[in-house]
C-alpha cells in the first residue's frame, strides 16, 4: 500500500481498535458462555471433523500417526481456512449492513474490511494458543519452527484485506455474491489440504490445490506448527509480493466504485 494509504489507517488508528474491540465484545454479547464461544467452536468442529475422517474413515497424513496426530495436522489447517472463511463470507454484506456508516460521508468505510481481518486474524489466534495448550498437553513442548507462525499470519494478512475490499465493494452492486461466497467457501474447504495431503488426492484435485492461493499458506503453516520444517521464506517473500499487489488492487476498486454505496444501500 502507499505511504498516503498507510498514513490515512494510521489516522485512524483509535477507530479502528474500537470497532475491533466491538466487533469481539459484540460478536456474543448476551451469551452466557461471552469469549468462551471462541475457544469452544473451533475445538467442537475439530471433534467434528476428526471423528469423521480420523476415527470412521481413518484417514492420515502419509506418515505413521494416530489420530491424535491427524487432529493437530488438520486443526492448524483449518486455523488459516476458518480465517480467510470468515472474511470470504462475512466481506459481500459488510457495506450493506452498515447503512449508517454509508450515509456519513466523513466515515473512512474502507477501513470496515481493516476491522474485519482484523477480527479475523484474532480468532486465528485464539485457535492457535488452544492448538499450542493442546499439543503441550499431549506431545510435550512444541517444535522450535512454531515461532514462525507470527510471519507466517503477517504474509498472509494482505490476502484477507484484498478479499474484504474486493468483495465488499462487489456485495453493495451484485447482492447475489453472498450466496456465491457460501458456495465458494465450502467448494475451497475440500480444494485446500486441509483433510488430506496433496500427495494422497486425485491428480486433478492436487492440481486444484495447487493453484489454490490457500495450499501455500496452510502447507507453511503446518509444516511450521506441527512438522517443525522451517518455512520456505523465499516461497513467503513472493506470496507476500502478490498478496499485496491483490491488497491494493481490491482497495483502488473499492474506492472507485464507493461514490454508488450511497445510491445502492
Given amino acids: ?20 474491540k466491538r466487533e469481539f465484545t ?32 481413518k484417514t492420515r497424513w502419509g506418515f505413521s500417526g494416530d489420530t491424535k496426530d491427524y487432529a493437530f495436522v488438520l486443526f492448524s489447517g483449518l486455523i488459516i481456512f476458518n480465517a480467510f472463511g470468515e472474511c470470504l463470507t462475512r ?12 450515509k456519513k460521508v466523513v466515515f473512512p468505510l474502507e477501513i470496515l474490511p481493516l ?11 485464539i485457535s492457535i494458543s488452544v492448538w499450542i495448550g493442546g499439543y503441550m498437553l499431549l ?19 494482505p490476502i484477507l484485506l484484498g478479499v474484504g475490499w474486493l468483495l465488499a465493494a462487489m456485495g453493495v452492486i451484485v447482492r447475489d455474491i453472498e450466496q456465491l461466497t ?8 475440500f480444494l485446500t489440504p486441509i483433510f488430506f495431503s496433496i500427495d494422497s488426492a486425485p491428480p486433478m484435485i492436487a492440481y486444484a490445490m495447487l493453484i489454490n492461493p490457500l495450499t501455500f ?25 502478490l498478496a ?4 491494493a488492487a481490491s482497495l483502488y476498486i473499492f474506492k472507485r466504485l464507493r461514490p454508488t454505496f450511497a445510491d445502492l444501500v
Avoid: D
Fill in 115 to 125: 476491522v474485519m481481518a482484523i477480527s479475523a486474524i484474532g480468532h486465528a489466534l
Fill in 26 to 57: 459484540g460478536r456474543y454479547r448476551g451469551s452466557f458462555g461471552g469469549v468462551l464461544w471462541s475457544f469452544v467452536q473451533p475445538l467442537f468442529m475439530l471433534a467434528v471433523y476428526t471423528l469423521a475422517f480420523g476415527v470412521i474413515l
Fill in 91 to 102: 466481506a459481500p454484506t459488510l457495506i450493506t449492513s452498515n447503512p449508517n456508516f454509508v
Fill in 217 to 241: 499458506i496452510v502447507e507453511q503453516f503446518r509444516q511450521a506448527m506441527f512438522f517443525g520444517i522451517s518455512p520456505n521464506f523465499w516461497g513467503l517473500a513472493i506470496y507476500l509480493l
Fill in 182 to 189: 457460501r458456495m465458494v467457501s465450502h467448494a475451497l474447504l
Fill in 139 to 157: 506431545f510435550g513442548l512444541p517444535k522450535l519452527t512454531l515461532l514462525y507462525f507470527p510471519a507466517i499470519i503477517a504474509v498472509f494478512f
Fill in 244 to 247: 499485496t499487489v491483490f491488497s
Fill in 1 to 20: 500500500m502507499s505511504n498516503t494509504i498507510r498514513q490515512n489507517f494510521w489516522r485512524h488508528r483509535s477507530l479502528v481498535m474500537e470497532l475491533v
